[in-house]
């Protein structure tokens, strides 16, 4: 029986091509970097060329796998076709595609405008969706892949001013669960990592505020900010044959955030 089990080789992504959006900085960076490390072939994807093309260079160096970079706006859809076009053309295959990019836009909702409402969405909820879309039929045609949404402990729980982004990031639950309904026939497991609270470059403006300290220290079992690498490891899972029987699921990332 002990002989049948391939153990450790289910986290082996040889061979594999990732996609990952908003991968040149913050966890999109850290899961990219996580999944060379397992083998995996990068493209990352990013609205800053220089950005795209530094991160690319050090994951490439790094880890000694292929990683290339992409630049694109993925709210719009012609140019998440081109993404998927440039990762067929480069890679050959999709296996793995990470949302990552997201922005948030704090403030009390008669401060917020709704433009910057739009903006959260446009950006959160239409680019995770588009970008899923423009891989899906190179998915469907090899019968394979695993896409990662990334969702948030806000998207299962609610905090004052943060009505934009909370409400995205349901959105983000809820369509990985009806999308991974949808491609389970074709064997494309979707799933979602909802992170706490890490140290990226999105919350660095309210990081240094005591009170946001403490209540990160209240909020959290483990009193702390999430480090980057503390990613990697759901994110290498997801995209592995380890998670071969999840599909549709939520696996949460944040230091016991959900469990107080």
């Known amino acids: 029986m002990i002989n049948s089990l391939p153990g450790i080789k289910l986290f082996d992504l040889n061979g594999k091509t990732a996609i990952v959006t908003g991968g040149s900085k913050g966890l999109g960076l850290a899961m990219a970097a996580g999944l060379a490390s397992a083998g995996a072939n990068i493209l990352i994807v990013n609205r800053t060329e220089r950005d795209g093309e530094i991160a690319a260079e050090e994951i490439s160096k790094g880890f000694g796998v ?20 440039y990762a067929m053309e480069a890679f050959g295959r999709i296996d793995i595609l990470i949302n990552s990019a997201g922005i948030n836009i704090r403030g009390a909702i008669d401060e917020v405008s709704l433009d910057d409402f739009k903006k959260v969405m446009n950006i959160n909820v239409t680019g995770t969706w588009l970008c899923s879309r423009a891989v899906v039929p190179h998915m469907k045609a090899q019968k394979s892949g695993a896409i990662i949404n990334l969702a948030s402990t806000l998207g299962v729980v609610g905090l004052a001013n943060r009505t934009p982004y909370t409400s995205s990031k349901g959105a983000v639950v809820q369509m990985t669960r009806a999308f991974g309904i949808e491609m389970a026939p074709f064997n494309i497991k979707v799933n979602a990592i909802c992170p706490g609270p890490f140290l990226t470059e999105m919350n ?15 909020a959290t079992a483990l009193g702390r900010w999430g480090e980057l690498k503390e990613i990697q490891g759901a994110a290498i899972f997801l995209a592995s044959d380890a998670a071969s029987y999840m599909t549709g699921s939520l696996l949460t990332v944040d230091g016991g955030w959900t469990a107080k």
């Open 66 to 85: 292929k990683a290339l970079s992409f630049t694109a706006d993925i709210s719009k859809e012609e140019e998440t076709k081109a993404m998927a076009a």
């Open 204 to 218: 660095i403006p309210v990081a240094d505020d005591p009170a946001t300290k403490q209540f990160i220290i209240g």
